[in-house]
Structure formats: C-alpha cells, structure tokens
C-alpha cells in the first residue's frame, strides 16, 4: 500500500495514530520505511545533521539532493519536503517555483510550509488548486527562530486563539495535515478535536492524531535533543564504541584477520 494524505484523514477518522520520523538520506528511509512508519519528512532540520545552529541556512537544492536519496529509499510511506525559509515567503509565484521543483525533482508527494498569516493562507490556497499536496505547521516555527526563539507557543489564552485560529485557517486554505510543534498538550487536544484534517504533534501532548520526531533525536544520535523529544536508543554511544574498536584493532594488527 502506498500512503496518501487521505489515508492520513481516514485514519483520523478512525483514531488510528499516524505515525512520522525525518530522514534525510537513502540508508534512513529505507530503514523508516520498512519498520513501518506512514509519513516521512525530509525536514529542514536536516540543518543540524550539517552542521548549522538552525533551518535558516538550508538551501533548496540541499533539500532536493536530499528529497531525492530518500524517495529512493521508500515504497510505503508518504513523503514530504519541507520548503526551506524564503523558498516560498516572497511571492505565490515563488511558492511554486519551488514546490514545483520538489514535485518534478525528487518523486515526493507533498511539501510542507511553516505559518499561517493571510499571505501564506493565499499562497497555500493557490498551491492545492494547482494540485500540490501541502502540509501545515504552526506552534513553534524553526524557521521564525529570531522572533520565536526555541520557547514553547500557546502558553497564555491569547496565544492559544491565535495558534487555533491558524490551524483553522490552514484546513480551510486546504492543507491535508498540520504539523502542531511545541505547545500545550491541552492546546494540541483542542485544536485536534476542532479540525477535521490530522494533526502531526511534535512536543504538543498524547492527543495529536499523529507523531512525528526527528530521528536523530530518537535515535541517541544529536548533541542535544529538545525538552519534549524521547531518545529510543543511544547510537552515539554504540557508534563510538564501534569506531574505538575498529580503532584499536587496526593498531594492534587484528583487522583485517587472516
Ligand atoms: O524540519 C523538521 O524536522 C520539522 C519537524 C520538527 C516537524 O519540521
């Protein structure tokens, strides 16, 4: 079977938890996707696996090189690319330039954007028309790091309105799903609970109609993980040990054996 975003709507419908990971490369879709896992998002925190202090560096060809070694990798699960910061904001125009190339370049099924404001609702709007498949993401929004910074969205009455406000005006400009990141789980039961698209929870509690994290943080493999992030297994740790293996056995002349 292969994953589409009305799957995603089906399963909301049928309170079957959605369930999403990142990958960036061939090696980890491949692995993602056969474990099991329904959506796959080729994040644009894919800055921290190069080496940047945030998304804001990510480039579009860097995205679709990326896009492109995972959509090899998978046969089941829906991918979808980020559009990384001023690859759409600028103009509609812009948004489909840009979603275009993803779409033309890489074999994913759908793009992601961050925010809501009228401009991004239009551009939204204009994109599904066209017949891209967009995903929404409000709460934190990585990409508004030096207005946002790191800090959990929602907290008081206001901003919670706001941030459901949002997430109703995306389902209406048309998005298939919405990524909530790093707000009250309170917050995250009520918007989950007033829109008929799936919610994609990332730090936004229990009762999101989905999952996602970034995998290097499940995985044990990032210097830091955020406050709401689980860590499954420590590969750091086992990739160290491995390497000062491999280290100390070619020294003493026991790798390669006879
Ligand atoms: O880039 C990313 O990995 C994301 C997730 C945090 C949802 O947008």
């Known amino acids: 079977m292969v994953i589409t975003p009305q799957k995603l709507t089906e399963w909301k419908r049928q309170k079957r938890p959605i369930v999403a990971l990142t990958a960036w490369d061939y090696i980890t879709a491949q692995l993602l996707d056969a474990a099991g896992v329904d959506l796959i998002l080729v994040g644009d925190s ?48 812009q948004a489909m330039h840009s979603a275009g190339r993803v779409f033309k370049e890489t074999g994913a ?29 409000v709460g934190l929004t990585p990409q508004s790091i030096h207005q946002l910074g790191l800090r959990q969205q929602g907290q008081t009455p206001e901003q919670a309105e706001q941030i ?26 009520n918007i989950t609970n007033k829109l008929s698209i799936p919610t994609i929870g990332i730090g936004a509690g229990v009762d999101c109609d989905g999952q996602v994290l970034v995998t290097s943080d499940l995985l044990g493999l990032s210097q830091r993980q955020p406050p709401f992030a689980k860590v499954y297994t420590n590969l750091r740790a086992q990739i160290t040990q491995a390497v000062q293996d491999f280290c100390v056995e070619v020294r003493n002349r026991e790798f390669p054996s006879k």
């Open 46 to 93: 894919m800055a921290v696996m190069l080496g940047y202090q945030n998304t804001l560096p990510i480039t579009l060809e860097a995205m679709l090189h990326h896009a492109q070694a995972v959509c090899r990798g998978v046969e089941r699960s829906l991918v979808v690319v980020d559009l990384p910061f001023l690859t759409y904001q600028e103009s509609i125009q």
């Open 109 to 137: 099924q759908a793009v992601k954007l961050e925010g809501a404001y009228p401009q991004m609702l239009e551009t939204i709007s204009r994109l599904v028309q066209a017949g891209i498949p967009v995903m929404g993401h």
């Open 164 to 189: 459901l406000e949002q997430a109703l005006a995306l389902e209406h400009a048309g998005v298939f799903a919405v990524v909530l990141e790093h707000i009250p789980a309170e917050l995250g039961l």
